[in-house]
């Protein structure tokens, strides 16, 4: 599986977690259209991926379906600069100083995220959040006059995690637009890669004049 962001059970055997690459018809409503499917199932839980990776960035859709309360444990491969987009649900993430980080439905936050992992807390229902990451070499390309790209950079060059922006952001009409367009895109599978691409960045883009 190559999600950028991966959940584990924690007290949950491994062999009652299936990992199910052709999505059930009754998730059809989940699935997207810039990658394939990857359904991870336990009991508690069950987890739907969506990850492409394109030209120094990636998208990444998670979507759960939980059934009963559950802390889950995300871990990255390497650290993350990602713009992260709580599109349904609201869930709360325990910091490395202990602290509650909410990730609310209709915001986002702009976040380097490292290795270690930060339990997540379910309580039962459906939620949907869309991450998009960004390389440091990406990130340099659009760092002139940018305050949010410099700050990014100074946190990866420092390896220091944390939230980028003081407050959450409202996704506002133009971010929900571009949000589903991302998702639900049908170019054609030539030019997929190059649509993405253009997609991604300027969604980096809008980010910073927003906020600036």
């Not at 602290?99 to 992992?117: A, F, K, M, S």
């Not at 950079?153 to 571009?178: A, F, Q, R």
């Amino acid at each position: 599986m190559n999600a950028t962001i991966e959940y584990g059970f924690p007290g949950i055997p491994e062999h009652h977690i299936k990992v199910i690459h052709q999505l059930p018809s009754h998730y059809a409503a989940y699935r997207c259209d810039f990658a394939d499917p990857v359904l991870v199932s336990a009991p508690p839980a069950d987890i739907i991926y969506h990850t492409a990776m394109v030209q120094g960035c990636s998208v990444s859709n998670n979507v759960f379906i939980v059934r009963e309360p559950i802390q889950l444990l995300p871990a990255v491969k390497e650290p993350l600069s990602t713009i992260s987009c709580m599109l349904q649900g609201s869930v709360n993430v325990v910091r490395h100083d202990m602290t509650v980080l909410p990730l609310l439905q209709g915001q986002y936050n702009c976040l380097q995220v490292d290795r270690l992992q930060q339990p997540t807390l379910f309580t039962p229902g459906i939620y949907e959040v869309q991450h998009y990451e960004y390389s440091p070499d990406l990130l340099a390309t659009f760092s002139s006059g940018s305050l949010l790209v410099n700050r990014w950079l100074s946190k990866i060059n420092s390896g220091v995690p944390g939230v980028l922006t003081p407050t959450p952001g409202v996704i506002w009409d133009k971010l929900y637009h571009l949000n589903k367009e991302v998702k639900y895109n049908m170019v054609n599978t030539t030019l997929r890669k190059a649509w993405l691409s253009r997609k991604l960045q300027e969604l980096l883009i809008l980010e910073q004049r927003y906020y600036s």
